[in-house]
């Protein structure tokens, strides 16, 4: 239809004219209410058309639109942009459906969180984010053990931010999912819940392969402030250099501020242990290669001791 997306802003400006001047008329207010509405339909019909077959600029500017005037006629168009090659088309689709909070919008948006693009992904959990828990909640779980890394990655993520503990056990199965991210998500996801179930769990995961999943694990537990974190994060502390002002920090929300004075000095006794077991070890050593030498007729000390 060759429409422009000035042509397309134009039409927008126009209609807002006729609104305030519909506004400001001695009609009725139903009449004005009807002809307004009949105007709106027809530019919702124009920027549908000019959604369907229209370039990207053209696209971004008709859903833009259709965002502002045409929410509920236009919810099947949002759903389709969700799967536009535009990241803006596919965006501005995300936000007009975080307006609608319509339920067949749900698995549309759930399967979207898939996006590469960051910003598309976060209108779109901020629109998953607007539903009932109940809603929503269902849907994400079955996703979760069905869908790729990326999206379990932001599911995990999404199920934290919501906030309801009933998803909790699901949650610490990922702990153990092959992808190091969605164990990370998951730990993160934990630790916003805050379920006392899934403590030992975490406690499990400070053997975690990956450093991050280590560190989100820690954090967890120190949040929790539960003594059966303490043992094993002081083992942690003491194993592990580049975690141990990490499991310092957890420790303090653990045991209190009055209590960290111990740990130091057992970080000190540690360091010294270390460096007197390292000493001894070496003079060992010394020794036993001073005993080889003279035991060796062969060597250089042997040979000078025969001749003289």
Avoid at 165 to 192: M, N, Q
Avoid at 242 to 250: E, F, I, N, Q
Wanted: hydrophobic share 40%; charged share 25%; aromatic share 6%.
């Amino acid at each position: 239809m060759g429409l422009q997306s000035q042509r397309i802003d134009n039409l927008l400006e126009f209609l807002d004219k006729m609104e305030f001047s519909l506004n400001n008329s001695k009609l009725p207010l139903e009449k004005q209410h009807e002809i307004l509405e009949n105007l709106k339909q027809e530019v919702i019909e124009v920027l549908q058309i000019a959604f369907d077959e229209g370039e990207s600029t053209i696209r971004r500017s008709a859903i833009y639109g259709l965002s502002k005037i045409g929410l509920i006629q236009s919810l099947d168009l949002f759903i389709k942009a969700l799967n536009d090659s535009d990241e803006h088309v596919r965006s501005w689709a995300a936000e007009a459906l975080n307006k609608l909070h319509e339920p067949q919008a749900i698995l549309p948006l759930i399967k979207a969180l898939s996006d590469e693009n960051k910003y598309v992904c976060f209108n779109i959990a901020a629109a998953l984010k607007n539903y009932h828990p109940e809603q929503i909640i269902p849907h994400l779980c079955q996703a979760l053990k069905e869908q790729e890394p990326l999206s379990r990655r932001r599911i995990c993520k999404l199920l934290g931010e919501i906030g309801d503990p009933c998803v909790t056990e699901l949650l610490i199965s990922f702990l153990k999912d092959s992808d190091t991210l969605v164990r990370y998500e998951a730990a993160e996801a934990l630790r916003k819940l805050k379920n006392p179930i899934s403590i030992l769990p975490l406690i499990l995961v400070l053997d975690d392969p990956s450093h991050d999943v280590q560190v989100v694990a820690i954090m967890a537990l120190g949040s929790f402030g539960d003594a059966r974190a303490i043992e094993p994060l002081i083992t942690i502390m003491l194993e592990q250099k580049d975690l141990r002002y990490t499991c310092l920090d957890a420790l303090r929300n653990i045991c209190g501020e009055e209590n960290i004075a111990p740990l130091y000095e057992l970080l000190r006794t540690n360091q010294r242990l270390i460096t007197e077991t390292s000493i001894r070890i070496m003079n060992n050593i010394h020794h036993r290669n001073l005993n080889s030498q003279e035991n060796n007729p062969w060597s250089i000390l042997s040979i000078r001791n025969n001749y003289t």
